[in-house]
C-alpha cells in the first residue's frame, strides 16, 4: 500500500493546488462565474497541497547514493534553487504589472502569482527537508533515527492542527513553537557527513549551502513583503508548519555551511593523511597484483614527490639486490640526468652522519661550498632490506629549510612499505622457483624410478632379492641385470657422487652405458669375447664418461658377470663397496678385497690400468651380498656412529642359510633398528643373490 501512496499523492496534491487556487480567486473579485467559496475550503486545500506534497516526498527512496554528498546539494540547489529563482521572477514580475493599468486595482493577477510562488515554496521546503533527513540520518544509530521520527510527527501535528481549525492559544501555542524550533537545532547539528568531503569536496560544499540558504532567504523574504500588500487577496501560509520547516531548512544549511567552513583548516591535514593512505594502498595492491619490482620503485617514487610536494628527485638502485637491470637502476623525476651527476659528485664522499637525512641548506653543506644551487633543500633516504640496501631516494626543493621530521617519518614508511613489497616480490618469486623445482625433482624421481629394474630375473641357479631408497627425491644409486648368451647374467651397481637431478641424470648415462657396452659383438672370434669383461667394460665406460661427466663428479661401480651353467663369475670394482660373500663348503663370511678406481677419476688409457679382474667358482648355497656405501654408512647411536662392513657381515653370518629375500629382509631390519631417530643421509642401495643348484635337491 505505501509503495502505491505516491501515485496517489502527486495528483492529489496538484489538485488540492488547483482548488487553493480558485478558492483564493473566488476571494479576489474573479467575478460572478467563481462566487465567493468560504473560508474554510481555502484552509483545507491549502493543508491537503501541503500534506500532500511532504507525504510525496516521504516516500520517495533516499536522494543520498552513497557518500555522494556534493551531488545531492547540487541536485538541491539545481532543483529546489530553480524554485527560488522563478519565484524571484515572479515577484518581479509582480512589481512591474503592478503599475500596468490593466493591473490596476485587480487583485486577480496577484493573487494568482502569489499561490503558485506559494506551492513552489512548499515543493523546495519539501524536497530540502528530506534531503536534510538523509544527511542527518546517515550513518546514524537507531536513537537518533527515532528522534527525527517525533520530529516529523510534532511538524504532522502542527500542520493536523491548522486542518481541523484547531487554534491553541498563544500561551500553548508559541512555547511548542520554540521548542520545536529548537529541537530543529538540536538535530541540524548532526553533521557527520562533512568529515567524509575531501578538500576540494569541502569548498564545493560551502558554495552550495550558501546557495541554498540564499534560496530560503528568498521565499522566506518574499512572503515577508507580500504579507503587508494591499493588493494580496490570498490565504495565509499555514504558519506553524511551514515556519518551523522554513527554519529548520536555513539553520541545517547554516550549519552545515558553518561546520564545512571552520573544518577547512584542518581539510589539508586530513586530505594529506588521506592521500598517503591511498597511496601506500597502491604500493600494497601492486604486491598483491603480482608486478613488478620496476613498478614499485616507480610508485615509490611518484608517491614521495607528491606527498612532500618535491620539486625533483631521483632514485639510486643497486641492480645486485634491487631486481632491477642496470639500465632501470636510476629512475629521475622533473631532474636531468646531467644535474643528478652533478649533486652526486659533490656528495660523495661527504655522507651525513648516522640516522641525518634531511639537508636543509646545500649552500652550507660540505661539498657544496660556494656553489650556487638551484635547490636548496635535499632530503636522502636509504632504501634499507632486512638483508640488504636496494638504494637511495632523493628529493629536492628549490626553497631552503622546507624539510621537516614529518616529511621524513612519511617516507619512512613509504621506503618501509616499498621494500616490504620488494622482498614479499622475491618471496613470491623463490616460492615459484621451488615449486617449479619441487615439480621438476618430481619428474627425475619417477624418471629414475622408471629406471630401477622392477622384475628381477628369476632361474632355478639363483634366487636375487633387491632393495633400494633415495635419501631424497632424486637418488644417485643404481642398478641392473642383462641376461646374456650362454646361461650368463650381468649385474651392475654403482653410486654416483652428488645428489639430486644431476645424479640421476648421470645415473641414466650409466644405464644407457651399460646397455650399450654390453651388446653383443659379431666381429668376436669366440664366444666369449663376445662381451665385454668387467674391466673391459670399466675402461670404456670410464672413457665415455669422460665427455659427458663434470670434473667434479665421479661414479662408483661393481660389474659382475655370472656364468651359473659354469659355476664361476668374473667382476670387476670401480672404487665401489667391497662385495660380502658367505661360502658354503667352507661355511664362511668374507668381504673380496679387491683395488679399483671410481669412473671419471683418471680421464685417459692409463685408467685400465688400475682396474682389475677377480673370477671366482661358487657352490650352490653360496650368498653374494652387494651394496652402495648409504648401507654401511648409515648413521645411528648419537649420530656418528657407522652401522659398517663388520656388522653388516655378522648379520650374513647370523642369516645365511636363509631365502636371499629372508636375508635382505633380516639386515634391513637390523639396519632399521640402528638408524632408529635418525634420517637416512645417503642413498642405500642393497642386493642379495642366493647360488643354487642347477636341479632341485631329489627327495629322500
Known sequence: MLQRLPSFLLPLSFLSWVLLLLSALSHSGAGPWLGTWPEWTTQLAQGVFVLGVFLYYRYQPSPLHGQAFVRLLRRLLTGPGL???????????????KDQPVFDSNGLFFTSIYT???GLFVVFLARTNYAWRALVLFRSLPRLQREWTVFEVLLGATLLFRLVGVNPPNYIGIPLVVLLGLYGIYLSGHQKWVAYLSQREKWRAVLLQSGLLFSVLVFVQYFRVTQADPQLIAPQPQ???LLLTAFFSAFYALMGLLVTFFNLPIADVI???????????????IIQRGQTTAEVYHILLESAVQTVKADAAWLDLDPGHSGVTAAAATQYFNLEPEQADALRARLQGHDLPEGDFITNDLHARIGFEGTTQHYRSLLQLPLRGLHFNYGMLYLLKVEPNTFDREDLSILQTFTSQAVLSIENLELVRTSLENQRTQEELKIASQVQDSLIPKNLPTDNWFDISSHSLAAKEVGGDFYD??????RRLAVIIGDVSGKGVTAAFHMAQMKGIFHSLMQENPLAKNERDKFPVPSRFMA??????THCLEKSSFITSSLYIIDYEQGGFVFARAGHCHTLYYHALREEVFYFESQGLGLGIIRNESYEKHIKNQFYDYSPGDVMVIYTDGIVEARGGDGTEEYGEDRLKLRLEESYYQEANEIKDFILKD???????HPIHDDQT??????KSAQPPLLA
Open 83 to 97: 524554485l527560488a529563482l522563478a519565484c524571484i521572477g515572479l515577484h518581479l514580475l509582480e512589481r512591474l504589472m
Open 116 to 118: 503558485l510562488n506559494l
Open 239 to 241: 504558519h506553524a508548519f
Open 271 to 285: 586530505e594529506q593523511r588521506r592521500s598517503e593512505i591511498l597511496r601506500l594502498q597502491r604500493l600494497t595492491q
Open 481 to 486: 641385470f642383462l641376461h646374456l648368451p650362454g
Open 540 to 545: 670404456q665406460a670410464n672413457a665415455a664418461l
Open 671 to 677: 639396519l632399521n633398528a640402528f638408524t632408529h631417530g
Open 686 to 691: 642393497l642386493l642379495v643373490i642366493k647360488f
